[in-house]
């Protein structure tokens, strides 16, 4: 199943991130469902904030000689693709648009993928530039 220990411990590293992160959301979404009537409202809320981290952490990742992010990395695999990927969900964003969508909510619907999209851009900036300081 795995070619060496390197392979079998990124595997172990992404999933101890993935587990936590899935927890982690599934509790936050209750949470903010428990309080707002808005049905989208923690799946924004949780991308947004996936998205913030996510440029936090890029902030403090060692670049390659090509200028991109060294993805090998333990912690790249841990926080970024485990925790992070697992934390924020784009499969959920999407059903929460088809929803609306298929209830004619156009406004809602423009509303949550400009939040969503820009947002998610303004957040990692945001993210990215306070790290740097």
């Keep these: 199943m795995f070619e060496s220990i390197a392979t079998f411990q990124s595997f172990c590293l992404v999933g101890i991130g993935a587990i936590t992160g ?4 599934m509790r936050l979404a209750n949470l903010i469902a428990s309080i707002s009537s808005i049905k989208y409202l923690g799946t924004v809320i949780i991308n947004l904030f996936s998205a913030f981290c996510l440029g936090l952490v890029f902030a403090f990742l060692p ?33 929460d ?37």
């Design 22 to 25: 899935s927890w982690i959301r």
């Design 63 to 95: 670049f390659s000689d090509n200028s991109s992010v060294n993805k090998t990395t333990p912690i790249f695999l841990l926080i970024c693709v485990g925790f992070l990927g697992s934390l924020s969900t784009f499969s959920t964003f999407v059903l």
């Design 97 to 133: 648009l088809l929803n609306l969508l298929l209830k004619s909510h156009w406004r809602q619907s423009l509303f949550l993928v400009l939040l969503s999209v820009l947002g998610g851009l303004f957040a990692v900036a945001l993210g990215l530039v306070l790290g740097s300081l």
